[in-house]
């Protein structure tokens, strides 16, 4: 039986790498959160992440409409 060691990172999520060649965070409670090409991107996303969900994401800089401005 081998031993992994498991990096966390803030003490609230580790990364783990999927079978796939991709980067998925998991929380502590086992709540997978990003996947990521990258694991340095799969870190800085998640912390983002977790921080909007803790503090509140912040509002959008400009917003889109879907309707058209001109009758066809």
Same mark, same amino acid.
């Given at each position: 039986?081998? =031993?992994? @060691?498991? =990096?966390?990172?803030?003490?609230?999520? +580790?990364?783990? /790498? %999927? +079978?796939? !060649? &991709?980067? *998925?965070?998991? =929380?502590? @409670? !086992?709540? @997978?959160?990003?996947?990521?090409?990258?694991?340095? $991107?799969?870190?800085?996303?998640? +912390?983002?992440?977790?921080?909007?969900?803790? /503090? !509140?994401?912040? @509002?959008?800089? %400009?917003?889109? $409409?879907? $309707?058209?401005? *001109?009758? &066809?």
């Amino acid at each position: 039986m081998t =031993t992994e @060691e498991t =990096t966390w990172y803030d003490d609230a999520f +580790r990364v783990r /790498e %999927s +079978r796939f !060649g &991709l980067f *998925v965070s998991v =929380t502590k @409670e !086992g709540r @997978e959160v990003i996947t990521a090409p990258t694991l340095e $991107s799969c870190i800085e996303v998640t +912390r983002f992440h977790l921080k909007g969900e803790q /503090e !509140g994401f912040p @509002e959008p800089l %400009s917003s889109y $409409s879907g $309707s058209v401005g *001109v009758k &066809l």
